[in-house]
């Protein structure tokens, strides 16, 4: 039986539209990178093993959802797959600084979808009161 808060967050991602949950991914895939980095800082590898793979996961459902019609995407698979490559030797070879470069690009990749996801908003309300 799930939890009220488990049921609230499950409500939220059944609910979320499309860009939105890719956001959520953006945040999950960072969550898990910054809490795997303290587990190796803090030697429980095991730890860091399963919340890095969380990490390494979101980035392959990445790689395999991006439809490659689109330029951004043939831009954006190399980006994925250096990503991928620096959070499996981050984990390893527990080497921090590995992780922290997987963290760095995640981070960018995420705030500019934020701002992405914020300019569409504008333009979708500006193009209503045109109507």
């Known amino acids: 039986m ?6 609230y967050r499950r409500q939220q991602v059944l609910n979320a ?9 953006y945040n999950g895939c960072l969550k898990f990178i910054e809490e795997g980095t ?14 890095l ?9 990445f790689r395999v959802t ?3 019609d689109y330029e951004i995407s043939h831009q954006l698979l190399p980006l994925y797959n250096y990503v991928y490559d620096r959070l499996v030797e981050g984990n390893m070879k527990s080497d921090t600084s590995k992780l922290n ?11 500019a979808w934020a701002e992405a ?6 333009e979708r309300a500006q193009a209503k009161k045109k109507v």
């Open 17 to 25: 539209p499309p860009e939105q949950l890719t956001l959520m991914l």
């Open 2 to 7: 799930l939890n009220a808060a488990e049921e």
């Open 66 to 68: 991006l439809n490659m």
């Open 53 to 61: 793979q969380k990490a390494q996961r979101i980035i392959s459902e």
């Open 117 to 122: 996801m914020k300019k569409a908003r504008i």
């Open 38 to 51: 303290v587990a190796v800082e803090e030697k429980k590898y095991e730890e860091a093993n399963t919340l």
């Open 101 to 111: 470069e997987a963290r760095e690009i995640i981070s960018e990749l995420r705030d």
